[in-house]
């Protein structure tokens, strides 16, 4: 009799959850942006940590191909994209000038100032430092949320105003990717006060909005959800490529020899014989909660269906379409992949790709592709 051997694991430790970002394909969404709107400049949003998928490696890449504006939520945000990036690129704070001020004068980074308040923080600083401060400003036109409204706008200081180097004027579209009527109102209204500040850059489009025509254009384009492949024209073919695929391992794989309830609350019932694959990804790596019984993964090429409900850590997927030998330990499940990937997902959870990407938790270890990046 010999003993079992114990030099072989039996499987490969599993990797964790990762998320795989394809960087060529981001600049490649990029350019393809870029020939949408060819009279203009294309900057990049990279809010949220660039939506979740790692803003320093995704605005080098597009920097690399030539993308010079980039524009962050947060003070932190724009900090440390600036230490990331160096000196030249324009780095854009959105959320004002409330807070970071001399921070952002500091590291050049030109705050959007949204209301009569920033102006006020800007310009008195500026005047401290005994230099015009560049800024951006920002008309609401329908959001109700930032922005100057019309009124603010006309009563803006004129010494205030004096004291900064207006670099631009924006507005963001409410419904981009469907009320047209209301995207041409914006317009307007935004081109109305852009007439009171000639020379001033406009910049109203977001990712939709690149795709609204050549109207919307203007000096500048903002996008973000387009870059990382989310569709910018839903009820269309995408024009943009898939950039994430996320995939976990299967952790532990169950022939059920009996009838039996997976999962908690015991919400789905598997008929004896089911394969359950239980994969190590769950609502605090960002698989919402609500896709349990509602979406699918793939393994080994096949779509499966996510049963029971979704746990913190983990999800289970009936895996009874494949053969026992083809899911096992240490075996990667794909919750992303391919054309629409996001966005399919998002669909699932009733919500959209931008929180589908921004909800990818710290334990989803990120791997970038690095791809063509070429001018
Ligand atoms: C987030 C944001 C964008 C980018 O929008 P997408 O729909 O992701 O393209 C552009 N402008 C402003 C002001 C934003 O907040």
């Given at each position: ?7 072989r694991?039996?499987v490969?430790?599993p ?30 949003v ?10 320093a ?7 690399r ?5 980039f524009?962050?939520?947060?003070v ?8 990331d990036?160096g000196?030249?690129p ?6 004002g ?11 050049d980074i ?7 308040l920033?102006?006020?923080v ?9 230099r015009?401060l ?7 036109t329908?959001?109700?949320r930032l922005?100057?409204s019309?009124?603010?706008f ?6 205030d105003a004096?004291a ?14 469907g ?10 209204d935004?081109?109305a006060?852009g007439?009171?500040l ?9 990712s939709?909005?690149?795709?609204l ?5 203007l ?8 870059l990382?492949?989310?569709n910018p ?15 976990a391992?299967?952790?532990q ?16 019932a ?22 349990g019984?509602?979406?699918v993964?793939?393994i080994?090429?096949v779509e499966?269906p996510v ?7 983990l999800?289970t ?5 494949l ?6 330990p ?12 996001v966005?399919?997902?998002a ?7 931008y929180e589908?990407?921004?909800r990818?938790?710290?334990?989803i ?9 070429r001018p």
């Open positions: 009799m010999t003993t079992p051997s114990r030099e694991l039996p490969l430790p990797l964790p959850a990762c998320a795989e970002v394809d960087l060529g394909a981001v600049v490649a969404n990029w350019r393809r942006l870029k020939d949408e709107a060819p009279g203009a400049e294309t900057a990049a990279l809010k949220a940590g660039g939506y979740g998928l790692g803003a490696p995704v605005a080098k890449a597009l920097r191909a030539g993308c010079r504006t524009y962050v939520a947060r932190e945000e724009g900090l440390a994209l600036r230490a990036l000196p030249t324009a780095i854009l704070v959105l959320e000038a409330l807070r970071g001020a001399e921070d952002m004068a500091a590291k030109v705050p959007v100032l949204n209301q009569p920033d102006l006020e800007w310009s008195a600083l500026a005047r401290k430092l005994g015009r560049p800024a951006v400003l920002h008309l609401d329908g959001m109700s922005g100057f019309a009124a603010g006309a009563r803006v200081d004129r010494d004096a900064v180097d207006l670099r631009g004027l924006l507005s963001h579209l409410v419904a981009a990717e009320d047209a009527e209301r995207s041409r109102r914006q317009r307007r935004l081109m006060a007439a009171l000639p020379g001033v850059p406009l910049s109203l489009a977001n939709s909005g690149m795709f025509g050549q109207d919307f254009h000096a500048l384009c903002r996008p973000g959800i387009a990382f492949g989310g024209t839903p009820g269309r073919p995408n024009p943009m490529r898939p950039v994430l695929r996320l995939t391992p299967v952790l794989v169950r022939r059920l020899d009996g009838p039996a309830s997976v999962g908690y609350g015991a919400t789905h598997a008929p004896a014989g089911s394969l359950i694959a239980t994969v190590g990804i769950g609502y605090a790596d960002g698989y919402l909660r609500c896709l019984g509602r979406s993964a793939r080994d090429g499966v049963v029971g409900r979704v746990s913190m850590d999800i997927v009936d895996a009874t379409a053969d026992a030998g083809r899911v096992r240490g075996v990667r499940a794909e919750l992303v992949w391919g054309d629409d990937g966005d399919r997902l669909e699932a959870a009733g919500t959209i790709a589908v990407l921004t990818l938790g710290p334990r270890e990120r791997r970038y592709l690095e791809g063509d990046s």
